[in-house]
T-cell receptor
Framework: AQSVTQLGSHVSVSEGALVLLRCNYSSSVPPYLFWYVQYPNQGLQLLLKYTSAATLVKGINGFEAEFKKSETSFHLTKPSAHMSDAAEYFCAVSDLDDYKLSFGAGTTVTVRA | EAGVTQSPTHLIKTRGQQATLRCSPISGHTSVYWYQQALGLGLQFLLWYDEGEERNRGNFPPRFSGRQFPNYSSELNVNALELEDSALYLC??????????????FGPGTRLLVL
């Protein structure tokens, strides 16, 4: 079964600084990869997804992620953090022949003014 | 277009009772997924329904069960509640089976507290 590892349970950035959230997946076969965001007391919102069409994936709210097969990584970045980016971010993976999502442990982002 | 809706938003039960959680998918979506988000355990897959059938279940005991109705809405039932069942239960929906890359859209969740 697929799994993902998110490095760093908490990231603190200054407003305007780069946001970098790390995610590594376990399979040798490129799976489907997703980044979701969860704001306090809310459900999950899709930021972006990788489905093998392009290695650099652009999402909503200025986020993007790059799929690197050689590193089995799918790190999420945003060039300039905004206060509204404070939330918990989850990397998720699904197999090519499975439909359930396996989530990482999540990374909480705080943004300092 | 309405998103995934879940009811109730909060549910308080005592140990041993049964809880029923409901989910209405996005119009046109036939697959419904249930996930549990418990403190310290993260997000874990519970169940997947498509076209009224259970397609897959996660590593949860049989007292977690559910069903999908002809209108594709779904119910999650948790019997013989235990304290550790306290969690946020998230429902997601997606387009039909066979399109693996289809996005799962999540509802706001039902927060279950077992006392």
């Amino acid at each position: 079964a697929q799994s993902v590892t998110q490095l760093g349970s908490h990231v603190s950035v200054s407003e305007g600084a780069l946001v970098l959230l790390r995610c590594n997946y376990s399979s040798s076969v490129p799976p489907y990869l997703f980044w979701y965001v969860q704001y306090p007391n809310q459900g999950l919102q899709l930021l972006l997804k990788y489905t093998s069409a392009a290695t650099l994936v652009k999402g909503i709210n200025g986020f993007e992620a790059e799929f690197k097969k050689s590193e089995t990584s799918f790190h999420l970045t945003k060039p300039s953090a905004h206060m509204s980016d404070a939330a918990e971010y989850f990397c998720a993976v699904s197999d090519l022949d499975d439909y359930k999502l396996s989530f990482g442990a999540g990374t909480t982002v705080t943004v300092r003014a | 277009e309405a998103g995934v809706t879940q009811s109730p938003t909060h549910l308080i039960k005592t140990r041993g009772q049964q809880a029923t959680l409901r989910c209405s998918p996005i119009s046109g979506h036939t697959s419904v997924y249930w996930y549990q988000q418990a403190l310290g355990l993260g997000l874990q897959f519970l169940l997947w329904y498509d076209e009224g059938e259970e397609r897959n279940r996660g590593n949860f005991p049989p007292r977690f069960s559910g069903r999908q109705f002809p209108n594709y809405s779904s119910e999650l039932n948790v019997n013989a509640l235990e304290l550790e069942d306290s969690a946020l239960y998230l429902c997601a929906s997606s387009l039909a089976e066979g399109l693996v890359q289809e996005t799962q859209y999540f509802g706001p969740g039902t927060r279950l507290l077992v006392l």
